[in-house]
């Protein structure tokens, strides 16, 4: 089985206008609504693929019940801890010129709650695969990602998309694969990164830290996959970007959906290539047929 882990998800409130006047009353062209968090667009992005997953997380109150019957109108298989508090809103806004995005206020989370979360874990078998992604709720202690691996077996597949402390916690427990973008790679060493032998430099450095594989993503200018043995360089095909909203996490999904149909981490990267550009060449979350339609313009070639 798969499982997505989201601690800290949202509704995600969209909101689309030709230009936002700070301090003036603006009018949206178009407005929606849908339920947010890493770990759900992964969950999202299997089932369109036609892969089951399980969605964990916390959730709460009128906007976690909101999620919570999105995913079963999905048909997503969910196991949510319960809180007092509402799941936060995030607002999502786009202008023909920039995206901006305003992150909600986190909902409370007990220590009991955390208890009940990591018990969930204990279900999780040798062959499954975990994918831990998105950021920790302020209530929740950085090291939770590296609890949870800790209570896993240890050939469990681990996929850590995260930042902050709680990578760095995540790193030293070890992890199957870690998928920072390249500007994540620059803050997490806190220097600039000119060409792409520092860029592969930086990806070996985190797998000394504990991340066997490495996944790099470069937005326009492709990605890099550092395994054990190889460099892999993966170009971006070329489309009209509609949106980057959760092209990464649909990028994650990829790979799982590659090995997931029995293919090595190396065959399963042009899965990932193809789902993070379909998503960001779509208003929503990419569908299978998108994703196949982009698997021809894939080019990976050792470094």
Same mark, same amino acid.
């Given at each position: ?19 936002? +006047? ?17 770990? #759900? @667009? ?6 369109? *693929? ?7 997380? *916390? ?15 999905? +048909?997503? $298989? ?18 023909? =010129?920039? $995206? ?20 969930? *874990? ?21 090291? #939770? ?15 850590? =998309? ?25 803050? *997490?060493? @806190? ?6 032998? $520092? ?7 985190? +797998? ?12 326009? =200018?492709?990605?890099?996959? #550092? ?35 029995? @293919? ?31 698997? @021809?313009?894939? $080019?990976?070639?050792?470094?």
């Amino acid at each position: 089985m798969i499982y997505t882990l989201t601690l800290n998800p949202a509704i995600d409130y969209y909101m689309i206008m030709e230009n936002f +006047q700070l301090g003036a009353l603006n009018s949206l062209e178009e407005g929606y609504t849908l339920p947010g968090g890493k770990g #759900i @667009n992964v969950s999202k992005v299997l089932k369109n *693929f036609s892969v089951e997953s399980v969605a964990l997380g *916390f959730i709460g109150g009128f906007t976690g019940d909101y999620i919570i019957k999105h995913l079963k109108e999905y +048909q997503i $298989e969910n196991d949510f801890v319960t809180l007092n508090e509402n799941t936060r809103i995030n607002i999502k806004l786009k202008t023909k =010129d920039s $995206e901006t995005e305003i992150a909600g206020i986190s909902p409370k989370i007990t220590v009991e709650n955390i208890d009940e979360l990591l018990k969930k *874990f204990q279900q999780v078998k040798k062959e499954d695969i975990v994918i831990l992604s998105g950021s920790v709720p302020s209530s929740v202690k950085a090291t #939770i990602y590296a609890d949870i691996i800790k209570l896993l077996p240890k050939e469990v597949k681990i996929i850590l =998309d995260t930042r902050g402390v709680p990578f760095v916690e995540g790193l030293k427990a070890n992890v199957y694969l870690t998928k920072p973008n390249n500007h994540e790679l620059e803050e *997490f060493f @806190n220097r600039k990164l000119n060409n792409l032998d $520092e860029i592969i430099e930086a990806g070996k450095e985190l +797998q000394k830290l504990g991340s066997e594989n490495v996944l790099i993503s470069l937005g326009k =200018d492709g990605s890099i996959l #550092i395994t054990k043995d190889e460099v892999y360089v993966g170009n971006a095909p070329q489309g009209k970007l509609i949106s980057s909203v959760g092209a990464g996490d649909s990028m994650v999904a990829g790979i799982v959906y590659g090995i997931a149909q029995g @293919n090595s981490l190396v065959e399963a990267y042009k899965y990932g290539i193809a789902s993070g550009s379909s998503t960001a060449f779509s208003e929503g979350l990419t569908t299978i047929d998108g994703m196949k339609s982009l698997l @021809n313009k894939i $080019e990976i070639k050792k470094y």
